[in-house]
Structures are given as C-alpha cells and as structure tokens.
C-alpha cells in the first residue's frame, strides 16, 4: 500500500543551492499538491495540479517551480534555496468523482536550509 | 474567500476524558467538510468527512456533525485515549479539488 511517496525524507541545504523534491503517487489519481507545513501556519498550498498536464499556483508559490511529469509524478524544485524556505513540505493526491474527495498524503519531506 | 477557522491553543486532557475542538468555517456554496489527523512524524490521515448539511462523519470514536446553520463542523469524542494524541486539522472543499485547512490543534492526551 505505496499511496503517497515522498523523496528525499529530509535534506539540508545551504542558501543559494538548488534542490528538487519528488512525489509519486499509485492511486491512479488526476489532481495532485505541494504544501508547506510551518509552526501555528497550518499546511499552505504551493502549487497545484488538477490534471495531468495542468499546474496552478496556490496560496504561497514564490520561489518555487513545479513539473506534473506524467499522471503519477508531481515534483517541487527550489531553484535558490533561502533560509525562509525551511520547512516541512507534504505532497498529496485526489481523485475520483463527485463531492467529498479527500486529499491522501505522503510523510512528507523535512527540508533546512542554512 | 473560503476558510475555516479552528480554536487557538493545545489541547490538553486526561485518558477517558472527553473531548471537543471547535471548527467553523466561511464559504459560498456548500462545501464539503474534512477533518485530519497528524501523529508524530507522519503526513495528514483523513479521519472522517461530511459532504451535506446535517451529514454526520464518524470513524475510531471520533464524529462530526456538518451544521449548516451555525456554519461549524465540530469534533467530538467521547473517552480519549493516549494514542490519540495528535493534531487534528479541519478542511473545507475550496474548488477544483482543493481544500482550505484551518490552523491545527494539537491534543495531547495524559496517562
């Protein structure tokens, strides 16, 4: 039972650096996120894609990119990493018809940034 | 626009104590209602949903009642467990499968 597949699990970097986050998902699902999970913020949504092929921005996506490269993957890069980008970042995954669809998640990827 | 407002704070109580965290909410239309769960270390679980007024979702103890009138979603249950600390997050469908989540409550439950 895969789901949501998140890597790396965690990652250090230093200001400047550039990294890519990775998110596959086997449910065969259309619509697929990226959100950021900071202390007393709640979860933010960065960047979305309602199918494939699709990407939208969300609430916070400055200073950050995102690729669907096929229906099951959906990555997250950070072409200038900065301090203000630490932070716990969660891919989730949606699918199916009609109201009610809940969003599955991944573990998430634990990201510091120097 | 859409949003959901949680109470501010933890949660603290004690095992087979009862427990309530207050969720209300603000949109046009009529969204469906989420609530998640989050253990230590882990990704969002869904826990229960509601997807019409007056629905009620319940899963391992816990419910909520989707309240139209007084626009909240409230969690309740009713003898707490240790392991059912965690933080508990409320989310409204906001539209192109997207949802709106409130702030959190972490719920801590003393032995």
């Known amino acids: 039972n895969a789901g949501v597949t998140q890597t790396p699990k965690f990652q250090v970097l230093k200001t400047g650096q550039s990294m890519t986050l990775q998110c596959a998902q086997d449910m065969n699902h259309n619509s697929m996120y990226w959100y950021r999970q900071d202390p007393g913020m709640g979860l933010r949504l960065i960047y979305y894609s309602a199918s494939e092929g699709t990407t939208d921005k969300g609430e916070v996506p400055n200073g950050y990119n995102v690729s669907r490269l096929n229906k099951r993957e959906f990555s997250l890069r950070l072409e200038s990493a900065a301090p203000s980008q630490t932070s716990v970042y969660f891919c989730a995954s949606s699918g199916g018809q009609g109201p009610g669809q809940p969003q599955h998640f991944g573990d998430g990827t634990r990201l510091s940034i120097l | 626009g859409d949003s959901v407002t949680q109470m501010e704070g933890p949660v603290t109580l004690s095992e087979e104590a009862f427990l309530t965290i207050n969720c209300t909410y603000t949109a046009t239309g009529y969204p469906s209602l989420f609530w998640y769960v989050q253990y230590p270390g882990e990704g969002l679980q869904l826990l229960l949903k509601a997807t019409k007024a007056d629905d009620k979702g319940s899963n391992k103890g816990f419910e909520a009642t989707y309240r139209k009138e007084t626009t909240s979603f409230h969690l309740e249950k009713g003898s707490v467990q240790v392991s059912d600390s965690a933080v508990y997050f409320c989310?409204?469908?906001?539209?192109?499968?997207?949802?709106?989540f409130g702030k959190g409550n972490q719920v801590v439950v003393i032995p």
């Open positions: 989310a409204l469908s906001v539209g192109n499968n997207r949802l709106a």
